[in-house]
Structure formats: structure tokens, C-alpha cells
């Protein structure tokens, strides 16, 4: 039976009053991104509990995310690291890139809290050689996803992760309709079949596609 929309978000309320509460940064964040007309697609604070908790379960300590709109998912991130940790923001839209540099001012995270502005399909190349990386995050234009999961796993250290957000696109990949529905049911299912990754859909929010990168060999 498929949970009744009302419950699954009582639970997720639940698991934020416990384990995710939003302090004056983050809250404000989201009062930037309104003020911006920024759409209201960040993650929700129980899906930056699990990459904290991701990030924390491999002592992760350098950070690529792809897609940073205003920097919500960004500023979680960077506090799942420890204090020498390094997270690098791609980010298409200039407007974008601008409020995310204002968030990390805001949130103090100056000097270790890096913007790459410009499209993910060119910037990525480009932070190569700061690699090997700890976890990849990936939550942008989704037929491009491919290309920055496989850049992703040529740059992860062993045992480092990469995620997707939005793996179940809100249940389309059940009965996929658009281009963009398609495109993320087909990453699932290439991830699925790799034996070079440990891979699984982890059921929180939307769904996060996590794989681990397994040792050669
Ligand atoms: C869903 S939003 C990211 C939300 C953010 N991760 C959060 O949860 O706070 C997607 C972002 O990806 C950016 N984007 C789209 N295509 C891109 C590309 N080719 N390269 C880099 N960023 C891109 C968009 O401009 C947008 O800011």
C-alpha cells in the first residue's frame, strides 16, 4: 500500500523536530531564495540529516554538489564535515551562484565553501585536479546527470559516495512520461547493474540514488 501522502508527512515533520531542526541560517536561506523567486525545490532538512549522514558514516571530507540553487543543501553538507572539510558548488545560473556565495557568507563557511560558476557539463573538468573526492551530490538538470555520475565516480576516492536526489521523481519512474522522467529511471537502473558500485535507492523524500565506489580489483 502506498503511504497516504498526510502521514508520510507527519513522519518527515517527526524526523525534523528530532534530528533536523532548522536554525536562523538555514530558515534564512529559504527566506532568500523567496525574496529571489527562486522556486522552493531545495532539499527538505531530513534529506540533509541523510547526507550528514552519509557524509559522516565515511569521514567524508571533501565535497562536490551540482546544483546549488541558493545554497540550502550546500550549507548541510558543509556542516556534516569536520572543520577542514571543503564542499565545491557547481552552478549554472549566474543569479544562482551569486545567492549561494551570499550563503555561505551569511552561514560562515568563507574559505571553505567554494563556487564554481557555469554549466556542470564544462566546470566539472576543472575541479579534477582538487580529486580525489569523498561525495558527490548530484541535484541539476537531470539528462545531464549521467555525465556528472560517471565524472563523479572517475573522481571519487574507494569507498566515497555519490548521490542523486529525486530518484523516484515524485513515482514517475514507475510510469515514466517526459524526457526527464526517463532520464532518471534509466540512471537508476545503469547504476543498478554496475558491480563497480554498491548501490541502493534510499526511500527518504523524493529518493536518493546512493552508490559507493568499491575498490578495484
Ligand atoms: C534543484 S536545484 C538545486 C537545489 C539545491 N541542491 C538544494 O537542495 O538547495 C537545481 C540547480 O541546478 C542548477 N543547474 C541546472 N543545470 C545545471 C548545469 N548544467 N550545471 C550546473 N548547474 C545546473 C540550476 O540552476 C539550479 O540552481
Known sequence: MLPAPDLRDALDAYVNELFA???DVLKEIQARADANDLPSISIKPFEGRLLQFLLQSIGAKK???VGGLAGYSAVWLARGLPADGQIYVVEKSSKHAGIVRETFEKAGLTGRAHVLEGDALIMLSKLTPHGPFDFVF???DKQSSPHYFDWAVRNLRDGGIVAIHNAYRHGTVLDPQTADDYAVNDINRAVAARSD????IVGVGDGLLAAIKRPAG
Open 138 to 140: 548530484i541535484d541539476a
Open 21 to 23: 531542526p532548522e536554525d
Open 63 to 65: 565535497v562536490v554538489e
Open 197 to 200: 558500485l554498491f548501490a541502493t
